[in-house]
């Protein structure tokens, strides 16, 4: 079983950057691809980013391309979304998820990821 607590978020202004933290418990970690994906109020759940086991690989969706930035620290167990430039349609419920499969591809489909954490509140204001 693998566990995730996400933290990090909160309010910043348009133009400001916040970053995320996912913390994850299990001996496999180094093992697994991690993903970042997000939920906005009325709408599905999104694809953010994804980073590989060793963080070789990343993969980004269109809309964060440039401004976010996916990394991890296997020693620390922990995946990091920095994100900068953030924008109003930024605003969501960010959640890290992790792959069960070993060494796996960065992918960008939320049924590729197992485990959830319970999601941090990114507020984005005009």
């Known amino acids: 079983q693998v566990q995730l607590v996400e933290s990090g978020g909160g309010l910043v202004q348009a133009g400001g950057s916040l970053r995320l933290s996912c913390a994850a418990s299990g001996s496999t970690f180094g093992r697994n691809a991690m993903g970042w994906f997000r939920q906005a109020p009325g709408k599905v759940r999104e694809f953010v980013a994804a980073i590989t086991s060793s963080g070789g690989s990343t993969n980004y969706a269109d809309s964060v391309k440039g401004r976010f930035t996916i990394s991890r620290d296997n020693a620390k167990n922990t995946v990091y979304l920095q994100m900068n430039g953030l924008k109003p349609e930024d605003t969501a419920v960010y959640y890290c998820?992790?792959?069960?499969?070993?060494?796996?591809?960065?992918?960008?489909?939320?049924?590729?990821?197992?485990?959830w954490g319970q999601g941090t509140q990114v507020t984005v204001s005009s």
């Open positions: 998820a992790a792959d069960a499969e070993v060494y796996g591809l960065a992918y960008s489909g939320a049924h590729r990821y197992d485990y």
